[in-house]
Protein backbone atom coordinates (compact mmCIF):
# COMPACT_ATOMS: atom_id res chain seq x y z
CA UNK A 1 0.00 0.00 0.00
CA UNK A 2 1.25 3.26 -0.92
CA UNK A 3 2.17 6.40 1.55
CA UNK A 4 1.65 9.39 -0.25
CA UNK A 5 2.94 12.88 1.25
CA UNK A 6 0.46 16.10 0.94
CA UNK A 7 0.41 19.72 2.44
CA UNK A 8 -3.68 20.50 2.88
CA UNK A 9 -5.68 22.51 4.86
CA UNK A 10 -8.72 20.82 6.97
CA UNK A 11 -12.40 22.19 4.90
CA UNK A 12 -14.50 19.90 7.43
CA UNK A 13 -14.55 17.16 9.81
CA UNK A 14 -17.67 14.66 10.10
CA UNK A 15 -17.99 12.38 13.05
CA UNK A 16 -19.23 8.98 12.22
CA UNK A 17 -19.60 5.74 14.16
CA UNK A 18 -16.82 4.11 16.58
CA UNK A 19 -15.15 7.15 16.62
CA UNK A 20 -14.41 7.18 12.68
CA UNK A 21 -13.79 10.51 11.29
CA UNK A 22 -14.21 11.66 7.51
CA UNK A 23 -12.00 15.11 6.84
CA UNK A 24 -12.46 16.72 3.82
CA UNK A 25 -9.19 18.70 2.98
CA UNK A 26 -7.48 20.74 0.51
CA UNK A 27 -3.93 19.74 -1.00
CA UNK A 28 -1.44 21.51 -2.71
CA UNK A 29 -0.19 17.94 -4.49
CA UNK A 30 -4.17 15.95 -4.74
CA UNK A 31 -6.51 18.95 -4.63
CA UNK A 32 -9.84 18.62 -2.75
CA UNK A 33 -9.90 15.15 -0.90
CA UNK A 34 -11.35 13.23 1.31
CA UNK A 35 -9.55 11.18 3.96
CA UNK A 36 -11.07 8.58 6.38
CA UNK A 37 -9.70 8.02 9.74
CA UNK A 38 -10.26 5.08 11.36
CA UNK A 39 -10.65 5.55 15.41
CA UNK A 40 -9.69 9.68 15.83
CA UNK A 41 -10.47 9.50 19.62
CA UNK A 42 -7.84 6.96 20.40
CA UNK A 43 -5.37 9.34 19.14
CA UNK A 44 -4.47 12.35 21.37
CA UNK A 45 -1.91 12.79 18.91
CA UNK A 46 -3.93 13.33 16.01
CA UNK A 47 -6.83 14.51 18.02
CA UNK A 48 -4.27 17.38 18.58
CA UNK A 49 -2.97 18.13 15.66
CA UNK A 50 -6.13 17.91 13.41
CA UNK A 51 -7.68 21.01 13.46
CA UNK A 52 -8.76 24.20 11.27
CA UNK A 53 -6.69 26.90 10.14
CA UNK A 54 -3.51 25.20 10.24
CA UNK A 55 -1.65 23.94 7.50
CA UNK A 56 -0.94 20.26 8.14
CA UNK A 57 1.37 17.44 6.79
CA UNK A 58 -0.47 14.02 5.77
CA UNK A 59 0.85 11.05 5.62
CA UNK A 60 -2.19 8.92 3.70
CA UNK A 61 -2.50 5.19 2.47
CA UNK A 62 -3.78 5.17 -0.98
CA UNK A 63 -5.39 2.42 -1.32
CA UNK A 64 -8.63 1.05 -4.15
CA UNK A 65 -11.05 2.74 -1.16
CA UNK A 66 -9.66 5.75 -1.36
CA UNK A 67 -6.79 7.83 1.49
CA UNK A 68 -6.76 6.65 4.82
CA UNK A 69 -4.69 8.84 7.25
CA UNK A 70 -1.99 7.08 8.64
CA UNK A 71 0.01 10.65 9.89
CA UNK A 72 -0.25 14.57 10.63
CA UNK A 73 1.82 17.29 11.48
CA UNK A 74 1.16 20.79 11.95
CA UNK A 75 3.06 22.54 10.05
CA UNK A 76 1.91 26.16 10.49
CA UNK A 77 -0.90 28.07 13.20
CA UNK A 78 -3.11 30.74 11.03
CA UNK A 79 -3.79 32.20 15.31
CA UNK A 80 -5.17 35.34 13.95
CA UNK A 81 -8.70 33.67 13.24
CA UNK A 82 -8.99 31.84 17.04
CA UNK A 83 -8.47 35.34 18.01
CA UNK A 84 -10.95 36.92 15.98
CA UNK A 85 -14.71 35.55 15.83
CA UNK A 86 -15.42 37.62 12.47
CA UNK A 87 -12.26 36.62 10.91
CA UNK A 88 -13.11 33.00 12.14
CA UNK A 89 -16.76 33.25 10.64
CA UNK A 90 -15.22 34.48 7.09
CA UNK A 91 -12.36 31.70 7.40
CA UNK A 92 -15.43 29.19 7.33
CA UNK A 93 -17.83 30.53 4.53
CA UNK A 94 -14.58 30.17 2.42
CA UNK A 95 -13.90 26.94 3.47
CA UNK A 96 -17.90 26.27 1.98
CA UNK A 97 -17.47 27.69 -0.77
CA UNK A 98 -13.72 25.39 -1.50
CA UNK A 99 -15.86 22.76 -0.41
CA UNK A 100 -18.95 23.19 -2.77
CA UNK A 101 -17.18 24.76 -5.69
CA UNK A 102 -13.45 23.30 -5.84
CA UNK A 103 -13.82 19.67 -8.45
CA UNK A 104 -12.77 16.66 -6.58
CA UNK A 105 -9.08 15.59 -6.99
CA UNK A 106 -8.54 18.93 -9.49
CA UNK A 107 -4.44 20.10 -8.63
CA UNK A 108 -4.26 23.50 -8.53
CA UNK A 109 -0.81 24.68 -6.82
CA UNK A 110 -1.59 28.04 -7.75
CA UNK A 111 -4.72 28.58 -6.03
CA UNK A 112 -3.26 26.51 -3.37
CA UNK A 113 -1.30 28.89 -2.76
CA UNK A 114 -3.50 31.98 -2.81
CA UNK A 115 -5.46 30.44 0.15
CA UNK A 116 -2.57 29.72 2.03
CA UNK A 117 -1.05 33.26 1.30
CA UNK A 118 -4.33 35.15 2.24
CA UNK A 119 -4.87 32.65 5.56
CA UNK A 120 -1.11 33.77 6.78
CA UNK A 121 -1.77 37.28 5.77
CA UNK A 122 -5.31 38.49 6.48
CA UNK A 123 -6.14 40.94 9.29
CA UNK A 124 -9.55 43.08 10.28
CA UNK A 125 -8.04 45.69 7.90
CA UNK A 126 -7.60 43.09 5.03
CA UNK A 127 -10.50 40.92 5.16
CA UNK A 128 -12.79 42.51 2.66
CA UNK A 129 -10.21 42.86 0.16
CA UNK A 130 -8.73 39.27 0.76
CA UNK A 131 -12.48 38.21 0.42
CA UNK A 132 -13.10 39.37 -3.21
CA UNK A 133 -9.64 38.46 -4.30
CA UNK A 134 -10.08 35.04 -3.15
CA UNK A 135 -13.30 34.60 -4.60
CA UNK A 136 -12.83 35.80 -7.84
CA UNK A 137 -9.53 33.43 -7.71
CA UNK A 138 -11.99 30.91 -6.91
CA UNK A 139 -14.02 31.69 -9.80
CA UNK A 140 -10.91 31.36 -12.08
CA UNK A 141 -10.59 27.64 -10.92
CA UNK A 142 -13.23 25.85 -12.87
CA UNK A 143 -13.72 28.33 -15.59
CA UNK A 144 -11.85 31.29 -17.93
CA UNK A 145 -12.82 34.47 -16.72
CA UNK A 146 -12.63 36.83 -19.56
CA UNK A 147 -10.31 40.00 -19.95
CA UNK A 148 -12.15 43.14 -18.04
CA UNK A 149 -9.60 44.88 -20.75
CA UNK A 150 -11.53 44.75 -23.92
CA UNK A 151 -13.09 48.18 -23.25
CA UNK A 152 -11.06 50.73 -21.70
CA UNK A 153 -13.66 52.58 -20.13
CA UNK A 154 -17.14 51.87 -17.99
CA UNK A 155 -18.55 48.94 -19.21
CA UNK A 156 -21.71 46.79 -19.29
CA UNK A 157 -21.03 43.04 -18.79
CA UNK A 158 -23.00 40.28 -18.70
CA UNK A 159 -22.20 38.04 -15.63
CA UNK A 160 -24.06 35.06 -17.58
CA UNK A 161 -22.43 35.08 -21.06
CA UNK A 162 -19.28 37.66 -20.36
CA UNK A 163 -20.22 39.73 -22.93
CA UNK A 164 -19.12 43.55 -22.88
CA UNK A 165 -21.12 46.42 -24.36
CA UNK A 166 -20.53 50.25 -23.97
CA UNK A 167 -23.93 50.17 -24.49
CA UNK A 168 -26.79 48.81 -21.96
CA UNK A 169 -28.27 45.36 -22.80
CA UNK A 170 -30.82 42.69 -21.20
CA UNK A 171 -29.44 41.15 -18.02
CA UNK A 172 -26.40 43.50 -18.15
CA UNK A 173 -24.51 45.22 -14.95
CA UNK A 174 -23.00 48.86 -15.30
CA UNK A 175 -19.23 48.47 -14.03
CA UNK A 176 -17.51 51.96 -13.75
CA UNK A 177 -14.38 52.50 -15.21
CA UNK A 178 -12.22 52.24 -11.75
CA UNK A 179 -13.79 49.06 -10.71
CA UNK A 180 -13.22 47.68 -13.90
CA UNK A 181 -9.19 48.46 -14.15
CA UNK A 182 -9.24 46.60 -10.73
CA UNK A 183 -11.01 43.49 -11.63
CA UNK A 184 -8.48 43.19 -14.61
CA UNK A 185 -5.77 43.39 -12.28
CA UNK A 186 -7.15 40.82 -9.72
CA UNK A 187 -7.66 38.61 -12.72
CA UNK A 188 -3.95 39.03 -13.95
CA UNK A 189 -1.92 39.29 -10.69
CA UNK A 190 -1.18 36.42 -7.82
CA UNK A 191 -1.02 36.84 -4.41
CA UNK A 192 2.46 38.52 -3.73
CA UNK A 193 0.89 41.35 -6.71
CA UNK A 194 -2.19 41.45 -5.07
CA UNK A 195 -1.01 41.95 -1.47
CA UNK A 196 1.33 44.39 -2.56
CA UNK A 197 -1.72 46.85 -3.89
CA UNK A 198 -3.96 45.96 -1.19
CA UNK A 199 -4.61 49.05 0.80
CA UNK A 200 -4.90 51.23 -2.43
CA UNK A 201 -8.24 49.90 -3.67
CA UNK A 202 -10.82 51.97 -2.11
CA UNK A 203 -13.98 49.93 -0.35
CA UNK A 204 -16.75 51.14 -2.99
CA UNK A 205 -14.66 49.94 -5.85
CA UNK A 206 -14.45 46.42 -3.79
CA UNK A 207 -18.19 46.74 -3.19
CA UNK A 208 -18.70 46.98 -6.55
CA UNK A 209 -16.51 44.07 -7.94
CA UNK A 210 -18.23 42.12 -4.81
CA UNK A 211 -21.37 42.23 -6.39
CA UNK A 212 -20.08 41.20 -9.97
CA UNK A 213 -18.82 38.25 -8.14
CA UNK A 214 -21.74 37.66 -6.94
CA UNK A 215 -23.31 37.28 -10.07
CA UNK A 216 -21.14 34.99 -11.62
CA UNK A 217 -21.54 33.06 -9.03
CA UNK A 218 -25.05 32.55 -9.74
CA UNK A 219 -23.87 30.96 -13.31
CA UNK A 220 -21.69 29.41 -12.82
Known sequence: MNIVHTTGILLQKTM????????????????KISIFC?????????????????LL??????????FKLSGVNTKHCFTQFS??????????????????????GKVDADFFAYCISVLAHIDSETVYAYDVFLRFKLLQVPASI???DQIQDSVYFCPQNFVFSD?????????ENLTRQIIEFIRRSDHVMFREKINH????NLRDISEVIEKIEQYC
Open 16 to 31: LPNDDVILECFSAELG
Open 57 to 66: EFDLRDSKGG
Open 201 to 204: FPYE
Open 167 to 175: EAFENSMYI
Open 146 to 148: PRF
Open 83 to 104: SDYSLMQKGFSWFGLLRERLPE
Open 38 to 54: SKLARSKKKIQEIDYFR
